[in-house]
């Protein structure tokens, strides 16, 4: 297992370094979100998932997207409400509000939708939204009320027979998204596959998503722009090609920058993921994967949560 075994001093602060990758003295800044989980079912794991991967599409940042989602899980039938294979599915918005828009949108349009689907709450919140009950009306009045174990459910006949939905699910405003890993490297193949082998442990932690493609960004950005109306533009300080013209954050060495982002249903949940995370890409090693490993912030002025690196050494 590899160990904190050098330390260097740079303008940058103390860095760790851990089997010959170093890791930054810096934090990953992250923000309070509302978020909800849910149980996807279905006749088979396939159609569970295809339920479950259409309704997190377009989910990766809450800036254009309305909201971020992805999937936490495959659910075994020992693990779903009513016995069938499963999904679980989280969503995060910057409200309830905002939340619930998005997930009954989604709800109707591609979990309704799917063959043999039926959807559930999976998480007790401190509040509520609405699930089956914000698209029962598609039911055209043929909609039946259910409650059972003290639980409340709509049925609503579609074609291929019908539809079972829990009325509404738990939302927690405790929810996190914005932990972050900047995963640099010599090549792009090398930043590749440290980032891959970061989101297949990362993959273990539950409660957390990775929600952009693969759990992967190529795209960094930063607050703001030089145009008018950009909410966010290129991360130029991590571009390779800019080190040239801009105040590079990389050194000579550096050829390629992947990051990853990290929401979830508590701080703990994202500080556990981002710790396999850093002990994923340092047992790589950087000859076959990272060099450096850094996470994104704004200084710590704009969000509470901040995910020091030095606390999540392996």
């Not at 010959?20 to 998932?49: C, H, S, Y």
């Not at 509000?97 to 999976?122: F, H, I, M, N, W």
């Not at 509520?128 to 055209?140: H, M, P, T």
């Not at 076959?288 to 690196?309: E, S, T, V």
Request: aromatic content about 6%.
């Amino acid at each position: 297992m590899p160990g904190v075994n050098e330390t260097l001093v740079g303008e940058g602060g103390v860095a760790s370094v851990v089997n010959g990758v170093r890791i930054d003295d810096g934090f990953a800044e992250a923000f309070p979100m509302a978020g909800t989980a849910l149980q996807i079912t279905a006749v088979n794991e396939k159609w569970a998932l295809e339920a479950a991967r259409s309704m997190t599409g377009f989910a990766t940042s809450v800036i254009a997207c309305g909201c971020e989602g992805g999937i936490d899980r495959v659910l075994s039938p020992e693990e779903t409400r009513d016995g069938r294979p499963g999904v679980r599915v989280l969503f995060f918005s910057f409200d309830a509000g905002g939340l619930e828009k998005q997930v009954t949108t989604r709800l109707g349009q591609c979990v309704l939708t799917s063959p043999s689907s039926a959807c559930y709450a999976d998480l007790e919140g401190e509040a509520e939204i609405d699930l089956g009950s914000g698209i029962r009306y598609f039911a055209d009045g043929w909609q039946i009320s259910k409650k059972f174990e003290g639980r409340h459910f709509w049925r609503m006949p579609v074609m291929e027979g019908e539809f079972l939905c829990e009325a509404r699910t738990g939302v927690t405003t405790n929810g996190v998204g914005g932990g972050n890993l900047l995963i640099m490297a010599a090549t792009s193949a090398q930043a590749l596959a440290a980032s891959e082998a970061a989101i297949a442990a990362m993959r273990k932690v539950p409660d957390v998503i990775m929600p952009f493609p693969g759990g992967i960004v190529r795209s960094g950005s930063k607050v703001g722009g030089k145009y008018e109306g950009m909410m966010a533009s290129t991360n130029d300080a991590y571009c390779p090609t800019l080190k040239g013209v801009t105040k590079s954050e990389l050194g000579p060495e550096i050829g390629s920058v992947l990051e990853i982002v990290i929401d979830g249903l508590t701080a703990g949940a994202v500080s556990d993921a981002m710790r396999v995370g850093i002990k994923a890409i340092t047992e790589l090693g950087p000859q076959d994967g990272a060099l450096r490993i850094g996470a994104g912030n704004y200084g710590g002025n704009l969000g509470p949560h901040h995910f020091h690196l030095k606390d999540l050494l392996p």
